[in-house]
């Protein structure tokens, strides 16, 4: 969709910020680039949509070499959120994002209709925010306008320029969520821009990692965490990477325990014998379809109780899909104090499929760190031809 061709760019002063610059990106594809301050991204990101002309090299958008499209021809078939956000100041909510739309010659109507649209995919009630001016908004509010301006005129190519870099790590993180759930819908191809290598793995289906004079690798989040191609991109990663890699490791069933099970409609007594006679201390409850209900305890917890299962069932708090990375698993365990969670096949409806445990949780970590080292020895990595952002002047 978006594919660089050898590509560099040199300032006038003789700064090259860009230096042959080869990759592509897939269509859908959501790829960030990361990496330390004056190395080239904004550069990058500004020949995409000819706002800086390649000193050389191409650029195709979608097969066209770029230098041949009009230049506002081509600004709208991409949406950009620049660093800073840039919201007009004297424009309101609503007013700014329809920018698009009006640049377009869109009827009014249809324009404010389509901002409201956005707005609302955005999480800003249009009702509330759409007459508001920017100065009347938080920083978080403020960046979530500048992405619903982005995607007023649905184009297909978005260039994402630190549009969460101005607010507060919790905030940030909700931004992060927001847009993956606003990605999972719209599709977008997404080249954005990031400092911060925690929101490059979050967010990206691949990194590239810029360095002083070159892009060191361009992966999967997993394997620039799991099998960083060069020291640098190990120093840049962090220490921490098994920390990292949680966010990036998904629950599989082969990680999980089968606890005892019980049916909802079990007498209480048959229940509470077999499990005492396994010596088990819980027993998950589910439904006639195979769905989780709750747990219940065993031993004398419930002794001389009567019934069945189905009026001692206690709520299950901690429980989470099969396929949910590593990190919300913990943090779940950490939110409701408890040594097991239930894990549940979404697509299958909630069947319940067993428990994860931190004995399992440290076992699924760890197989996934050295399945990487062994698969991917570290010098072997292919580094795509990505190469070279120089920052010659240095900073
Ligand atoms: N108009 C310009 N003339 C000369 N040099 C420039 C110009 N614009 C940018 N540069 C230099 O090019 C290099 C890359 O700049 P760029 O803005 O692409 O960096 P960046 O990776 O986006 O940095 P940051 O993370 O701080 O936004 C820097 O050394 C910068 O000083
Ligand atoms: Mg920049």
Redesign the pocket.
Known sequence: MIRFEHVTKR???G?T??DDLSFEVAEGELVTLV??????????M?MVNRLIEPTEGRIFLDGDDISAIDPVQLRRRIGYVI?QVGLFPHRTVLENTATVPHLLGWKRGKGRARAAELLDLVGLDPSVYGDRYPEQLSGGQRQRVGVARALAADPPVLLM??PFGAVDPVVRERLQNEFLRLQAQVRKTVLF?T?DIEEAVRLGDRIAV?GQGSVEQFDSPATVLGAPATDYVADFVGADRGLKRLSVTPVEESDLDRPPVVHLDDPLDRATGRLRAEGARWAVVLDGDGRLHGWIPAGDALSGAKGTVREHARRMEAWLPVGAPLKQAFATMLQHDAGWIAVIDEQSEGRFLGVLTPARLHEALRRSISADDRAVPRAEVAVESVAVVA?T???
Do not use: L, M, W
């Not at 990496?35 to 990058?44: A, I, N, Q």
């Open positions: 300032y006038a002063d700064t910020a860009v990496g330390p301050s004056g190395c080239g991204k904004t550069t990058t500004k660093q320029d630190e821009v400092h810029y920052n002047a240095g900073d």
